[in-house]
């Protein structure tokens, strides 16, 4: 298993696995500059310090809502569906993975009790107006 793993369906990039093995020196990302979010490494050692930054703000037009979820603990199968509703394929994610979901349809079922971090772009308009949900309930 590679420890950065790319989801690749019908000719799309639907997600990048980082696996909890992987090892890297530095930073290195893993999404091209133009994505909606930018999904890294950044090794330091230890008496490294960033200098004290603030981001500069500028408008962007969000095309696409792309999702990190980091799995703290548990294991979850990550299923990959086509805008249709028909299961594609599926992963199997550990403690310490993270999955950047970038396109396509997700859903998830928990193998073990299960604690995730999510993060994804703002600002929220509650189920109604931020999902479309595939297949039966």
Not at 12 to 32: K, N, V
Not at 82 to 111: N, P
Not at 130 to 135: E, I, T
Request: hydrophobic content about 35%.
């Amino acid at each position: 298993m590679s420890q950065v793993e790319r989801v690749e369906l019908q000719g799309r990039l639907c997600a990048l696995i980082l696996r909890h093995q992987l090892s890297c020196e530095g930073t290195q990302f893993f999404t091209p500059p133009e994505n909606p979010i930018q999904l890294g490494i950044l090794h330091h050692k230890r008496g490294t310090e960033v200098r004290p930054h603030v981001h500069v703000g500028s408008m962007r037009r969000i095309e696409s809502v792309q999702e990190v979820l980091h799995i703290e603990y548990g294991v979850v199968e990550a299923a990959f569906y086509s805008d249709d509703g028909v299961k594609l394929d599926s992963r199997t994610l550990e403690a310490g993975d993270t999955i950047l979901l970038l396109d396509g349809g997700h859903g998830f079922k928990m193998i073990e009790d299960t604690r995730m971090v999510e993060v994804k772009q703002g600002p929220y308009h509650g189920i109604e107006g931020d999902k479309q949900c595939l297949g039966p309930k």
